[in-house]
């Protein structure tokens, strides 16, 4: 997709657009969990009707999620840190912070205690991510990425989803959708590098990044493209329609990649149709006051647009 296309496919949208702050989804994730929270919309540009908007929804609300976001963030800036020194660091109560480090199947993931009892983050929370490639199927800078051969690329993804427990069978096309997420991949920066120049290819890229939702439940995001300081979440179907399940499906990895990325990164959801073609709306979430876009493979960079701004108006 040309500059120029880019930049025709965002005539005629509306003004208004949402732009996601860090927590924006926690009702999504206390949806399946009980208690009320508090989403607001803030929209950029000028749409003074819906700008600044709250609302109370009744959900379920997990014990720690804001507990387990600030916990992690300070394990992972440490070299080694004990939970009473969390605690204090965070003026928390000591035994809060234990059932956080005991009880949250994500921290005893992202964390590790060693025999003097201090706790460890396997993942950095700044860039570069040392430590995503041990929970992705395939992890390397966008300059790493482009040059790989499409079976060299296929057959270090096999290998890191085998390493990470990633299930391969492909009765459904999984690998077909591997292939095709890594199409519309060397697509985007194609656009991002007529765009941006070089400096993107110092981004991050993660495919198949594993989050473990409970004990027994794994759950795998498909594409992250990690910038500066934002993570965008792009889950892709092979569908030129919305679904509103998908939908969900393309929220519901914000509050754990919330947890994994610490409070200096953004992060953002996609949904990504790709057998649609100029396709770029938003889409509820849902039943929530809330919104996310969805885009066809060749409007993508559109969305990058949007919350990185290489286009003016």
């Not at 040059?147 to 290998?159: G, Y």
């Not at 492909?170 to 120049?197: K, V, Y």
């Not at 990895?253 to 990504?272: D, Q, S």
Request: aromatic letters at 10%.
């Amino acid at each position: 997709m040309a500059v120029g296309a880019a930049g025709a496919g965002r005539q005629g949208k509306e003004s208004a657009v949402l732009f996601f702050r860090k927590g924006v989804f926690k009702d999504l994730f206390f949806l399946y969990n009980g208690e009320k929270s508090t989403l607001r919309r803030v929209f950029r540009r000028e749409d003074t009707e819906l700008r600044n908007r709250e609302v109370t929804k009744k959900a379920m609300k997990p014990l720690s999620e804001e507990l387990e976001r600030r916990v992690c963030a300070v394990i992972c800036r440490s070299g080694g840190i004990r939970a009473r020194e969390i605690a204090k660091e965070l003026s928390l109560d000591h035994a809060a912070v234990n059932r956080v480090l005991y009880r949250s199947p994500l921290l005893r993931e992202l964390c590790w205690q060693d025999r003097e009892y201090r706790w460890h983050g396997i993942l950095r929370q700044a860039r570069p991510h040392s430590g995503l490639q041990e929970f992705s199927g395939y992890y390397g800078l966008v300059r790493e990425f482009l040059p790989l051969s499409e079976e060299a690329w296929m057959e270090k993804l096999r290998e890191g989803c085998r390493n990470i427990g990633r299930n391969l069978n492909d009765t459904r096309g999984l690998l077909h959708s591997f292939r095709d997420a890594r199409e519309q991949m060397h697509r985007l920066f194609g656009d991002l590098r007529d765009m941006l120049g070089d400096g993107c290819l110092d981004w991050e890229l993660a495919f198949e990044l594993r989050l473990k939702r409970a004990r027994h439940v794994r759950i795998y995001a498909d594409v992250l493209v990690i910038s500066e300081d934002r993570v965008f979440s792009l889950e892709f179907k092979m569908k030129d329609r919305i679904d509103p399940e998908e939908v969900l499906q393309a929220a519901k990895y914000t509050p754990y990649l919330e947890i994994m990325f610490g409070p200096e990164y953004e992060v953002i959801p996609v949904l990504v149709l790709t057998r649609a073609a100029e396709l770029f709306q938003y889409a509820d979430i849902g039943t929530m006051d809330a919104i996310l876009p969805v885009c066809s493979g060749d409007m993508l960079f559109n969305v990058f647009n949007e919350y990185l701004g290489f286009l003016k108006e």
